[in-house]
């Protein structure tokens, strides 16, 4: 087989994954151009089926789909001005026309396909089996169509996207599934969503996922409101969907990253836990010794704030075993100055003296964070 | 000699038709989805060009290389942008921030491999 062969039977393949997402993607834009006689679109729905549009407009062509691109583009552009100018509905003229021929040319063409390739794109279910989602995540809105197209965006990243249009489906939802992160629109009907965020808080089960709200532009007191209850994040509606994306992976990212705080005073692990979770970062934490340096073990911290006096092992016994093998904070009293030269001795990254500026400590952590961040890569 | 190639851009379907067009022409190729993540990458993998996408999130071609240039191992290494704006005026000014050329978006896979060699040889 030469290069060239190669190159086409692959080029087959990635047609039909584009046709599948094509395909995908068929149901959202018929509902949209549903909707476009009687403008009852919303500005998320545009703002989303354009970035959906602009993916297949950018890569189309490459793909092989010149005619797709083509009306691709088009309702890309007038989509563009139907989102600059929000109460000039000129930018609907020539959409329908656009998306129509958009959606009845790919019909063909996933028909062309299912008779050349004998592969059946609407029946084969694709992906859905086949996908091996690294993430499910949960966004409640009660637009259907933008909880639609997030689905279909994040599918091909590997990020599986459960959806709920309620307070109380979301509320179901998430304790059967358990999702990594949840989405929440602050206007859900049943139940809002700052008194779902306030009940996950309270729950044991639920209060470490990170959530983020949807909050309609300038709201400033639902953004507080928001962050004051445990919210990590928010994104203003209408959002773009690669908006969304970066801050879902950044939250991922951070969610992964361990902080183990070991301390027997429970008021500051607790403190401590808080500031560390509204950064987005999982903590775990211990009473003595003997559990941090199980945890140690069990859960491959990233970084560990220790303090010196516990029962059974103290901290110096449990730096003794860790070394320098992950970045410790040392938390010692002001008088114990030949404790912090051994510690730094024994390998400790840094030290905080008692009583200590919990703002002070929290940067030093993150500070610490991302540089062992850049450095390992 | 060109032989590892970072191809980073954040349409997954492009990125798999590259890179099994890349490796199909013989060349050793790993994909970053962002720009993050090829300044994370570029520290276990050096490769001797890399393949910018000038459209992404967050961090966009040029903010990437203003990054990328600041890391030691590859403050050097040639970069290509992929860019749907390759005109003559883009392409100058690409050459100006330090890259060596552009492939303009949508590009034929057919020739991928070919237009990317010959950039290299050019320099």
């Given at each position: 087989m030469t290069m060239d062969d190669n190159q086409d039977d692959y080029l087959q393949v990635i047609q039909q994954k584009f046709l599948v997402k094509l395909q995908e993607n068929h149901h959202a834009f018929q509902v949209f151009l549903g909707k476009l006689p009687n403008k009852s679109y919303t500005m998320s729905e545009c703002i989303l089926l354009k970035d959906i549009i602009h993916q297949i407009a950018g890569s189309g062509k490459t793909f092989g789909f010149d005619e797709v691109s083509v009306y691709a583009s088009k309702i890309e552009e007038r989509l563009n001005i139907l989102i600059d100018n929000?109460?000039?509905?000129?930018?609907?003229e020539g959409l329908e026309i656009a998306l129509a021929a958009l959606i009845k040319i790919s019909q063909e063409l996933i028909q062309n396909n299912n008779t050349k390739s004998g592969v059946n794109i609407e029946k084969s279910?694709?992906?859905?089996?086949?996908i091996q989602y690294q993430h499910t995540i949960l966004i409640a809105d009660d637009d259907n169509l933008v909880t639609e197209l997030v689905s279909n965006y994040f599918k091909h990243h590997n990020i599986k996207v459960l959806s709920a249009s309620d307070g109380q489906t979301a509320m179901d939802t998430i304790e059967t599934a358990h999702p990594e992160i949840i989405i929440l629109d602050v206007?859900?009907?049943?139940?809002?969503g700052f008194d779902i965020l306030k009940q996950l808080k309270q729950n044991a089960d639920t209060k470490d996922i990170p959530v983020i709200m949807l909050t309609k532009m300038d709201n400033d007191k639902s953004v507080i409101e928001g962050i004051s209850n445990g919210a990590i994040e928010y994104i203003t509606k209408p959002f773009e969907v690669e908006k969304l994306s970066s801050t879902i992976t950044s939250c991922l990212q951070l969610h992964e990253i361990k902080i183990l705080i070991a301390d027997d005073d429970e008021l500051i692990c607790k403190l401590l836990k808080l500031r560390f979770q509204k950064l987005g970062y999982t903590v775990i934490t211990a009473k003595n010794g003997e559990e941090a340096l199980r945890l140690y073990k069990e859960s491959k911290p990233r970084i560990m704030i220790l303090d010196?006096?516990?029962?059974?092992?103290?901290g110096m016994a449990v730096l003794g075993q860790i070394g320098d093998k992950i970045p410790v904070i040392m938390l010692t009293a002001k008088s114990q100055h030949d404790n912090i030269m051994s510690a730094l001795e024994k390998g400790a990254y840094d030290y905080i003296t008692k009583p200590f500026n919990a703002d002070e400590l929290v940067a030093k952590t993150v500070g610490i964070l991302k540089r062992h961040h850049k450095n390992n890569g | 000699m060109l032989s590892k190639i970072l191809f980073v851009d954040d349409d997954p379907l492009m990125a798999e038709l590259a890179v099994l067009i890349i490796e199909s022409a013989g060349y050793g190729v790993k994909h970053c989805a962002s720009g993050k993540e090829a300044i994370a990458t570029v520290g276990s993998y050096c490769p001797d060009l890399i393949v910018l996408d000038m459209?992404?999130?967050?961090?966009n071609g040029e903010q990437t290389l203003s990054e990328l240039r600041k890391i030691e191992s590859v403050k050097a290494t040639p970069v290509i942008f992929l860019t749907g704006d390759a005109s003559e005026e883009d392409i100058a000014r690409y050459i100006a921030i330090g890259a060596i050329g552009a492939i303009a978006k949508p590009f034929n896979p057919k020739i991928l491999c070919k237009t990317i060699q010959q950039l290299w040889d050019s320099q």
């Open positions: 929000q109460e000039d509905s000129r930018g609907g279910k694709p992906i859905e089996e086949k206007n859900l009907p049943k139940i809002k010196i006096m516990m029962p059974s092992i103290d | 459209q992404m999130p967050e961090m």
